[in-house]
């Protein structure tokens, strides 16, 4: 199965922004398209953003709209998200999976924190 890997979380002030990237052990076209997800203390996981493999279309959740950018180096199995103007409720651990249907394992995730 194929093993996905994140990075690029960290502590950075309100307004900074971040480039999160998510490698994966396999060819990831075989996946079709891929999200980022996150989830806050207390919240359930939600997507944030998606990308079709072939095609580069691209989809985003509302809070992340205007500010995040996802993409994908498909020859370096990679899928990134680039945040900025980040809020304090961006805070969250961020994954990324298979989407619509992610995969039953997930990665560890990279943790993302905004404040001040």
């Known amino acids: 199965q194929v093993q996905l890997v994140e990075s690029g979380g960290g502590l950075v002030q309100p307004g900074g922004s971040l480039r999160l990237s998510c490698a994966a052990s396999a060819m990831i076209v075989s996946l079709n398209a891929m999200g980022w997800y996150r989830q806050a203390p207390g919240k359930q996981r939600e997507l944030v953003a998606s990308i079709d493999l072939i095609f580069g279309t691209t989809n985003y959740g509302d809070s992340a709209k205007g500010r995040f950018t996802i993409s994908r180096d498909n020859a370096k199995n990679t899928v990134y998200l680039q945040m900025n103007s980040l809020k304090p409720e961006d805070t969250a651990v961020y994954y990324c999976?298979?989407?619509?249907?992610?995969?039953?394992?997930w990665g560890q995730g990279t943790q993302v924190t905004i404040s001040s």
């Open positions: 999976n298979r989407f619509p249907q992610p995969l039953l394992s």
